[in-house]
């Protein structure tokens, strides 16, 4: 009973903060040209400050026999230090992802990484008003990530290391940018 409290709390709050706030619906241009999409929701919380929530997706079963599906899910507060939706701001944010990829430093073998991770970073950006309606936000963000997998050889369901549960990796990389096209919704 207290966990559909809870939600409800977290629904109804969130319902008023879209409510009553500018509130502008996202998509990557760069990204989604690239058949990765990006899209999100950014909200006003504040005089300088928004919350934004995006989705990366990457829906490829595989390219070349290899897979590369994954999805990142990041909340962000964000600082803007001219005026919201328009010009510089900075964002921290905490996320998760969720992965069947080969990993950047395993591109030239057969091995390939199952599972989760976190992330924890920033990001930097301008956004530029184009009308009352429309937003160009530029934006580039990384940070720490933690992954938690289990690695396979390419077309089998053989482990290749011998961790017991899963295997960990953490690492400081760049994982999101692009050119965001923002509609205003509220």
């Known amino acids: 009973m207290k966990k559909n409290s809870i939600l409800s709390l977290v629904f109804f709050l969130l319902f008023q903060c879209f409510s009553f706030a500018q509130t502008y619906g996202k998509v990557n ?6 058949t990765v999409p990006n899209v999100g ?3 006003s919380i504040g005089k300088k400050s928004t919350l934004q929530f995006d989705i990366t997706a990457s829906f490829w079963k595989s390219i070349d026999g290899k897979p590369y599906e994954f999805y990142i899910f990041i909340p962000e507060y964000r600082y803007h230090f001219k005026e919201k939706y328009n010009g510089f701001y900075i964002g921290a944010h905490v996320g998760a992802t969720l992965f069947n990829f080969q990993k950047w430093n395993y591109l030239n073998s057969n091995l390939y990484q199952k599972g989760f991770g976190f992330l924890i970073g920033g990001t930097i950006g301008y956004q530029k008003k184009i009308n009352q309606n429309i937003v160009l936000d530029c934006f580039l963000g990384g940070g720490n990530s933690q992954g938690f997998y289990k690695g396979y050889y390419l077309d089998t369901n053989i482990r ?11 690492e400081w990389i760049p994982y999101r940018g692009g050119v965001m096209i923002s509609y205003r919704i509220h």
């Open 29 to 34: 241009a760069l990204s989604t040209l690239l």
């Open 41 to 43: 929701i950014e909200t």
């Open 160 to 170: 290749y290391e011998d961790a017991d549960k899963y295997n960990k990796s953490g």
